[in-house]
């Protein structure tokens, strides 16, 4: 079945700093792409959609400014916290839309952020 | 009022024993309807889509009430490797055509011996 990576699947960074996390379809093309964010006993929360060639969609009160999407190829979405503090500590996890099949959509295995 | 409700449980089931739980959604406009399966601190898989008409996959059933809003799984004869999250998740057809996922905050399930 299609398979999609994150990489990496954690990271520790300090406040202040930025982060980039890598998601990526590896055995079809992706001209979607979703950004999640996910709290402890929450449920996921799209934050952004990532569109191949154009800008990303931002779902309301994500900042797009604080946290950058660059959907550059068909197989390659990033997204980048930027000066990253404590609130922003998360479980974030992309997903590729299912070119052949309507409507789903396959995860990546996530990437968990710790900012201290 | 939240898009994908869900009892977040935990359901407590016996080895064996057959459990169901329901997930209501407020859009009436929703087009497609999943359960995802959740493993703590792992990503979303999907486990089945839910059709009208209901759908049966081994020992998983889902159904759909269009009418009343809400989706149902059941799993019958429980194996402990059914511990998990169970996400509701809800197709909502928007102006952008791109189909956003709706997430539910899941339902815990904890098969016990």
Not at chain 1, 31 to 60: D, H, I, V
Not at chain 1, 77 to 99: G, K, M, Q, W
Not at chain 2, 82 to 94: G, I, K, P, R
Request: aromatic share 12%; net charge neutral; glycine share 6%.
């Amino acid at each position: 079945g299609a398979v999609v990576s994150q990489h990496p699947s954690w990271v520790i960074c300090k406040s202040g700093t930025s982060v980039k996390i890598e998601c990526r379809s590896l055995d079809f093309q992706a001209t979607t792409m979703f950004w999640y964010r996910q709290f402890p006993k929450q449920s996921l929360m799209l934050m952004a959609t990532s569109n191949e060639g154009s800008k990303a969609t931002y779902e309301q009160g994500v900042e797009k400014d604080k946290f950058l999407i660059n959907h550059a190829s068909l197989t390659l979405s990033t997204l980048t916290v930027t000066s990253a503090h404590p609130e922003d500590s998360s479980f974030y996890i992309c997903s590729a839309r299912n070119p052949l099949a309507a409507y789903e959509q396959y995860f990546g295995p996530g990437t968990r952020l710790t900012v201290t | 009022r939240k898009e994908v409700e869900q009892d977040p449980g935990p359901f407590n089931v016996p080895e064996g024993a057959t459990v169901a739980f329901n997930c209501t959604y407020s859009n009436s406009a929703s087009q497609s309807f999943f359960w995802y399966r959740q493993d703590c601190r792992k990503e979303p898989k999907l486990l089945m889509s839910v059709y009208s008409s209901g759908n049966e996959d081994g020992r998983f059933t889902a159904q759909l009430n269009r009418a009343s809003q809400y989706i149902s799984l059941l799993i019958r004869d429980s194996k402990l490797s059914d511990s998990a999250t169970y996400l509701c998740v809800v197709n909502e057809m928007t102006t952008d055509s791109w189909g956003k996922l709706q997430f539910g905050a899941g339902t815990q399930v904890v098969v016990t011996p």
